[in-house]
C-alpha cells in the first residue's frame, strides 16, 4: 500500500507501476476530503495502462483533464489491459475528458470484474459519460453521481459494450443515487447503456437533458433489471 498523509494538496500526474496489486490510499487521519490529488488540468491524475489489478482508496482526484479524442479519463484512465480496478471511497470532482469518461474511462473490456464502493462523483464533464464510460461487467454501490455533465449521452454513466449473452455480465448499481446530472444534446442525462443493466436500491432524481422525446434519467438498448429503486422529476425539454 501507498500512503498519502492529509496535506494541504499533491499536484500529481501520476502513471501506474507495471505492478500488480497496489493500493493507493489515504494514510493516517485520512478522509476522501482531507487527501487531494488535483492533476492541474495537465492531463489525466492516473494513468493505468499495464496488465495489473489496483486499487484506490480514501481520496480526493479533482482538476483532471484528458484531451484524446479516442479514449478519455479526466481522474483515471484506464487502458484495456487492466485486470482489475476497485475504488472505496474516493470523491472524484471536477474532472473533464473531451471524449470519453470525464472522472473514469474503461478502456476495452477493462471494467469487467471491477468495482466502485462508496464513492461520490461530482461536476465531471465529457461528450460521453460525465462521470464514467465502461462497457460492462462493472459493479457500483452505495455511490453518489450529482451534476455531472454529458454534451452527447449518458450524463453521468456510459456504457457501450455490448455482451454475446445479453443477459450476463450487467452493469450494476445497488443503493446508487443518480441525481442532477445533465446532457445537451443526447439521451439518457443520468443513464445511457448498450450493455444490460441491473439497478437495485437506487434513486434517479432531477436529471435533465434539453431535448425533448430523449430520456431523462434512464436509457437502455438492451436487457434490464430494476428492483425497489424510485424515478422522480427526471425531464427532457426542449
Excluded: H
Excluded at 48 to 56: E, G, L, P, R
Excluded at 195 to 203: E, R
Amino acid at each position: 500500500t501507498v500512503s498519502l498523509e492529509p496535506i494541504p494538496v499533491y499536484y500529481e500526474n501520476i502513471v501506474w507501476p507495471n505492478v500488480s496489486g497496489i493500493t493507493l490510499a489515504g494514510g493516517v487521519g485520512a478522509t476522501s476530503r482531507n487527501v487531494i490529488i488535483d492533476g492541474g488540468a495537465a492531463g489525466s491524475i492516473i494513468t493505468i495502462n499495464q496488465t495489473v489489478s489496483a486499487s484506490i482508496q480514501t481520496l480526493t482526484l479533482r482538476n483532471g483533464s484528458n484531451g484524446d479524442p479516442d479514449q478519455g479519463g479526466g481522474a483515471i484512465a484506464v487502458g484495456s489491459a487492466v485486470t482489475f480496478l476497485g475504488l472505496t471511497d474516493v470523491f472524484v470532482t471536477g474532472n473533464a475528458a473531451d471524449n470519453k469518461g470525464g472522472a473514469i474511462y474503461f478502456g476495452g473490456d477493462s471494467a469487467v470484474g471491477s468495482w466502485i464502493e462508496n464513492c461520490y462523483f461530482s461536476n465531471n464533464q465529457a461528450n460521453y459519460g460525465g462521470a464514467i464510460s465502461a462497457s460492462y461487467n462493472l459493479y457500483i454501490a452505495g455511490t453518489v453521481f450529482d451534476s455531472n455533465v454529458a454534451s452527447v449521452n449518458g450524463g453521468a454513466i456510459y456504457a457501450a459494450g455490448v455482451t454475446v449473452d445479453n443477459n450476463a455480465n450487467p452493469i450494476t448499481l445497488d443503493y446508487v443515487v443518480v441525481s442532477y446530472n445533465y446532457i445537451s444534446n443526447g439521451t439518457g442525462a443520468g443513464m445511457y447503456s448498450l450493455s444490460p443493466v441491473y439497478i437495485s436500491n437506487s434513486l434517479f432524481d432531477s436529471n435533465r437533458v434539453t431535448i425533448s422525446g430523449t430520456t431523462g434519467a434512464l436509457y437502455v438498448s438492451g436487457s434490464f433489471t430494476i428492483l425497489t429503486s424510485s424515478f422522480n422529476n427526471n425531464v427532457s425539454t426542449g
